[in-house]
């Protein structure tokens, strides 16, 4: 498994420098999104050493950001993503427990696989909405691919590149994570999660919209449960006979 670590990052500037060296300390293999930022984070990303950058402008979302970090990550011949954000919710400290999970079972069995970092929704400053939205996108979750995740709104995962869903079904925006997991599912890829820290600075800064951005995520709900009937079910069932036949 040869993996790198790319970390999406909007208007960030207050916390991308400590995000990129505590990464950099796990990993040597670091790629930053750039999505379109207006604050100091071009300076940032000038003066800091041994990282790739994407970069672009105008903002596209972070779904756009993910998408473009995974091209860059195949050219570069990565066969594994870790997936961090850069407002220090995450602890890149944390990067080894999603590899080495991977590697346990990928040594069993070499198939897709996405790792993802759980939160606890319990954490002492967890601010009250996303307890709900999490716990909210979890029942969807578990609705559409008859799988139960502790956390599927977290953006700390490690992802199989040759495993991802076609990039062009993917959005631009915070829905892409959710698409990512589902049609990940649907795909016959192992879905599995590792407990890990999470913080929320009192100075953290969120570019979610919590009405817009509910608003899509419920719209991309309503579709994938009707989807499931079409699709997502009959790919799993024929995923799941398939790897009967081969065992």
């Not at 993503?81 to 427990?97: A, G």
């Not at 991977?102 to 070499?110: D, T």
């Not at 939205?133 to 559409?144: E, K, T, V």
């Amino acid at each position: 498994m040869k993996y790198c670590i790319v970390i999406p990052t909007y208007n960030n500037g207050g916390t991308l420098q400590e995000v990129i060296e505590r990464t950099l300390a796990v990993c040597s293999n670091v790629i930053v999104v750039n999505d379109g930022s207006t604050d100091s984070t071009l300076d940032i990303l000038a003066e800091a050493k041994g990282i790739e950058v994407v970069s672009y402008s105008p903002n596209r979302g972070k779904g756009y950001a993910l998408c473009r970090g995974f091209e860059r990550a195949r050219q570069l011949g990565f066969t594994h993503v870790v997936t961090i954000d850069s407002d220090l919710q995450h602890f890149p400290e944390d990067v080894p427990l999603l590899v080495e999970k991977a590697s346990r079972i990928l040594e069993k069995e070499q198939r897709g696989l996405l790792v993802v970092g759980a939160r606890s929704l319990k954490a002492d400053n967890m601010p009250r909405g996303n307890t709900f939205a999490n716990r909210f996108s979890n029942f969807w979750f578990a609705l559409q691919t008859l799988c139960r995740m502790p956390d599927t709104q977290s953006g700390f995962r490690l992802y199989n590149l040759d495993s991802l869903p076609p990039l062009g079904l993917i959005s631009n925006r915070y829905e892409a994570e959710l698409a990512l997991l589902v049609l990940s599912a649907w795909r016959g890829v192992e879905l599995t999660s590792v407990p890990v820290r999470v913080d929320y600075p009192a100075d953290r800064v969120s570019h979610f919209r919590p009405i817009a951005d509910f608003l899509r995520i419920s719209v991309l709900n309503t579709f994938l449960c009707l989807l499931a009937l079409l699709y997502g079910y009959p790919s799993m069932l024929f995923h799941c006979l398939k790897r009967k036949l081969k065992s």
